[in-house]
């Protein structure tokens, strides 16, 4: 066990002994109103759920779901861990997403598309007209493109309804999509592309951002380039053009490469297909996300259980209902938005809103303008939002009159501070919330209470959901008690439907990055001997709560979206002078935390602002705009270890004004008062407590 040094300089505390300073916050119970209307208002669902009722529980959710062909086994666990969900089964995901509304719901709306210019109508998509469109995108997919059954698809798009309906259309044919969120550069949606094997690309021209048009055809080529640098070509680039007939990007179309998706499907209008059955075990999606690792990992979701899951845990967590006005105002480029933007709210014949800008544009009123205008309420965002909506408009939401009925936060860890700020101010304590705690991987809600059965507690996500049965565990594999105050690895015991199938095309890295930390026995093939392994760090309340604290692991999580510090670090590597590059997180006042970057220069290069600018532009040509780090430290020498390695826990120490523990191990200790120096200004100021998930950076690999 680590030895560390805490609150007392010089005192020597065992790790156990730290405890996690957090004031146990009052419960606040949802409002009557909302119990009243739960789609989950019978307490006899835990029963339904327990352990003993595991994995049969799970028919529940698969049940709310259209089945070509009924499954004959719940979960086949016999190869750990690689599970099978409702084997046997066959489904078409966007038959259950589409057509299976239209007798009941064909004149609601399924998406409501927001532009973000306010002088630009708001387009509403009946499921009709849904249907019509996602018919004849998939026409076009196999009879334009030779698309089938199986292959991959690379979707980089932003935030329009062109998006889903390309995604819905692939899952029509059983073609795999891969949506690289907008937001990434060209080159990155290369790379995944290539990962993918994809030979064909969607793109939009551009979009509205911030009151300016963005120019994103100008990635495709960019992808293309580095697509096949990596040995993928890519045969088609289909564009949307987010006004018809009028092209806003600068550049050129490729002659026999670059399609005008309005061109092509003038030959395909009203054109059917019919819905490919695929098996339950069959991939639907992959989505690439940051790790450990090097590169980012495709996480492959299979359709049955996935579908399944996210349509339960929509059903019950979010309390979609048919009539309700939905609006969960992330991209649908992450995780967050196939899941409940897309797949499970259509699932439920919900009325879905997609959001084309930012949320501070014109002004921070505009989230509260568009939930008057379109009557929404259920309303879902990130603590970035919100500690970025209270910064520039504290008083914003009481000027419009809205009413959410629920409302969810998610993707990194909420101050109580802030969760008090959206229940009271954007929800006028009329709300019930969910702060929901998963993953990329996980395909949907691992912990969350239910909103009209449990009282929320403001910074914890609360129980696991129905049929998760989390473990928290200490590096040395104890298990950690409730109420002990302390803080350890939050594991999932067992496998569940929306957990991804493996990583794309490497089996191996999934079983070593999720499963192999806490499995005892590899030979096992008993699924209790697999917890899967989350990589954050969590506490858990004598009540049953989990307060989850964030990454155990290297990877930061910016505004609630994951970066790895190995991708931001090789890219920093290709600056020329750079000799050696480390990235750690450093607390952000809105964006929870962001990348700072320290270089060491090879000998003989002085020219250091230079370095400094290069490297904010190379991250945001190589990664994107999100990769940009707070800032740029030149120093003469990183803290290493004996063996070489770069103790990236005491600069996230130094970054942060944090204890950095006990040095006398490095090769260089020397260094350490230095970058003090360099960075702060001053020698060692030690601030005794900093977030957990600092404190434990980098400590997982
Ligand atoms: C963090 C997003 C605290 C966590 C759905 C996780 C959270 C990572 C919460 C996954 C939450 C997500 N409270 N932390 N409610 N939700 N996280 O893959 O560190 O983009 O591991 O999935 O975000 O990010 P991802």
Redesign the pocket.
């Known amino acids: 066990m680590a030895v560390r040094q805490d609150v007392v300089p010089g005192a020597e505390t065992t790790e156990a002994q730290i405890a996690v300073h957090w004031k146990e916050e009052e419960y606040v119970y949802p409002p009557a109103k909302f119990i009243g209307q739960a789609n989950l208002s019978d307490p006899a669902i835990a029963e339904r759920f327990q352990e003993k009722n595991f994995p049969e529980c799970f028919r529940e959710y698969a049940d709310m779901l259209t089945w070509d062909k009924y499954w004959h086994t719940t979960l086949d666990a016999s190869n750990p861990p690689f599970w099978k969900w409702f084997v046997g089964g066959k489904l078409n995901a966007c038959y259950n997403c589409v057509d299976r509304h239209l007798p009941k719901y064909k004149n609601k709306a399924a998406l409501i598309f927001v532009p973000e210019p306010e002088d630009e109508p708001v387009a509403f998509i009946t499921y009709q007209e849904l249907y019509t469109r996602v018919n004849e995108v998939a026409a076009v997919l196999r009879d334009f493109c030779g698309l089938k059954t199986g292959d991959r698809v690379t979707i980089h798009m932003p935030m329009i309804p062109e998006l889903p309906i390309t995604m819905l259309a692939c899952a029509r044919l059983g073609i795999i999509h891969s949506v690289v969120f907008g937001g990434f550069s060209g080159e990155a949606a290369g790379l995944r592309a290539a990962d993918s094997g994809s030979r064909v690309m969607i793109y939009a021209d551009g979009y509205y951002r911030n009151g300016k048009i963005a120019d994103h055809k100008a990635s495709a080529d960019i992808a293309v380039e580095h697509a096949e640098k990596e040995g993928q070509k890519i045969d088609k680039v289909l564009v949307w053009r987010r006004h018809r007939g009028q092209y806003l990007s600068a550049k050129p179309m490729v002659e026999g490469r670059d399609y005008f998706m309005d061109d092509i499907l003038k030959d395909f209008r009203l054109r059917k297909v019919d819905p490919v059955s695929m098996d339950a075990e069959a991939p639907l999606f992959l989505m690439y996300?940051s790790g450990t690792t090097g590169k980012p990992k495709g996480c492959q979701h299979r359709t049955g259980g996935y579908l399944a899951y996210v349509t339960g845990t929509a059903k019950y967590y979010q309390d979609i209902h048919p009539e309700d006005v939905y609006w969960c105002m992330a991209d649908i480029g992450?995780?967050?938005g196939h899941s409940y933007i897309v797949y499970g709210p259509l699932a439920l014949a919900g009325s879905s809103v997609i959001f084309e800008g930012v949320p501070t544009y014109p002004d921070a009123g505009r989230p509260w303008r568009i939930a008057e205008q379109l009557a929404v309420n259920i309303f879902h965002t990130s603590p970035t939002a919100i500690r970025m909506l209270r910064k520039t408009g504290p008083d914003e939401p009481k000027k419009y009159n809205y009413h959410f009925k629920h409302m969810t936060?998610?993707?990194?860890?909420?101050e109580p501070e802030s969760w008090r700020w959206y229940h009271e101010v954007v929800g006028k304590r009329e709300a019930a919330i969910v702060?929901?705690?998963?993953?990329?991987?996980n395909g949907g809600f691992l912990c969350s209470t239910k909103p009209a059965l449990d009282p929320m507690k403001p910074g914890s996500?609360g129980p696991p959901v129905l049929g998760i049965f989390p473990i928290i565990y200490d590096e040395q594999g104890k298990e950690v008690q409730a109420g002990s105050g302390r803080a350890g690895n939050i594991c999932i015991r067992n496998p569940w439907p929306g957990i991804m199938q493996t990583v794309w095309k490497d089996d191996e890295r999934f079983v070593k990055q999720y499963y192999t930390k806490y499995c005892k026995n590899r030979e096992s093939k008993d699924w209790h001997d697999w917890p899967y392994f989350?990589?954050?760090g969590a506490v858990l309340a004598p009540d049953g709560y989990y307060r989850?604290l964030?990454?155990v692991d290297d990877v930061i999580?910016v505004a609630?979206?994951?970066l790895g510090t190995k991708e931001i670090e090789s890219a920093c590597l290709t600056v020329p002078g750079v000799a050696e590059a480390a990235v750690v997180p450093v607390v952000d006042e809105i964006k929870g935390r962001m990348p700072v970057v320290y270089i060491a220069l090879r000998p003989g290069v002085s020219d250091g602002k230079r370095v400094e600018q290069e490297i904010v532009t190379t991250l945001e040509t190589m990664i994107g705009k999100i990769a940009r780090p707070k800032a740029v430290h030149i120093v003469t020498d990183l803290p290493k270890t004996r063996s070489g390695k770069i103790m990236r826990r005491v600069l996230a120490a130094i970054t942060n004004s944090m204890d950095t523990g006990d040095v006398t191990t490095l090769a260089n200790p020397d260094v350490v008062d230095q970058i003090w120096q360099e960075v702060q200004g001053t020698g060692p100021v030690v601030k005794k407590e900093g977030p957990e998930d600092l404190k434990r950076f980098g400590e997982v690999e």
């Open positions: 996300t992450w995780i967050t936060t998610v993707g990194e860890p909420i702060d929901t705690w998963w993953q990329t991987e996500a989350a990589s954050d989850i964030g990454r999580n609630g979206h994951r």
